[in-house]
């Protein structure tokens, strides 16, 4: 099997709701290890990996996706595609979620108690 990244995703999410569910469903993933010289704010980043079946794999990341949008208002996925382009997924639109899959470059899970995680300390 080749294995190769997919693409990343930044993580918003004190609570990694999304790890979760990624761990929940065999989805294979690996921390982006931090290499910046200052500190940035984001919880981590990781790279989903790919085993030569994108097509099952995007189509189990769409329903993860959904889901995860689903479990608490407020929460957004902004997806950079790889023409530069920047577009949020929507939790009810399964083949425009599938299109964008297809064309991602990176994704930036935001939920918004990462606000109050920080604000709190």
Not at 73 to 92: F, H, M, N, T, W
Not at 105 to 116: C, G, H, I
């Amino acid at each position: 099997m080749n294995k190769h990244t997919l693409f990343e995703i930044a993580l918003f999410d004190p609570e990694n709701t999304l790890i979760t569910l990624f761990e929940k469903r065999g989805i294979e993933f690996r921390k982006v290890p931090v290499t910046q010289k200052f500190v940035v704010a984001s919880d981590e980043t990781i790279e989903v990996v790919s085993n030569d079946n994108d097509q099952i794999l995007i189509e189990s990341l769409v329903l993860i996706f959904m889901e995860w949008l689903k479990q608490k208002p407020y929460r957004k996925l902004q997806a950079q595609l790889v023409d530069g382009s920047i577009v949020y997924i929507e939790e009810y639109d399964i083949d425009g979620v599938t299109n964008i899959l297809k064309n991602l470059l990176k994704v930036t899970a935001f939920d918004p108690e990462y606000n109050n995680k920080i604000l709190n300390r």
